[in-house]
């Protein structure tokens, strides 16, 4: 059931990067383009969810470090846009 939930939310966050990258080569919006920087890097934090939870398990190796990196990198991308784009 887990690996189920964290595919969809890693196919989820992918569709949305592809959609946002699609309609940004269309407009030329350059939110847009921030925030689809910005939810590729939730999708690795997804991929990263999935390979620490179901394929490494173990307390053996630890990716919550990466997915946390991974986390604020979106977060911070998803911001910068947002100041960039206001000018």
Excluded at 31 to 44: C, E, P
Excluded at 56 to 72: H, N, S
């Amino acid at each position: 059931m887990a690996f189920t939930i964290y595919s969809l939310c890693t196919l989820t966050s992918l569709a949305c990067t592809w959609l946002l990258f699609a309609s940004y080569r269309r407009t030329r919006v350059k939110l847009l383009f921030w925030s689809a920087l910005s939810f590729a890097a939730m999708t690795v934090n997804n991929l990263f969810l999935v390979l620490d939870k179901i394929v490494f398990p173990g307390p053996e190796i630890d990716l919550l470090p990466v997915r946390l990196w991974a986390a604020l990198v979106s977060t911070l991308l998803l911001l910068f846009g947002l100041i960039y784009a206001k000018e």
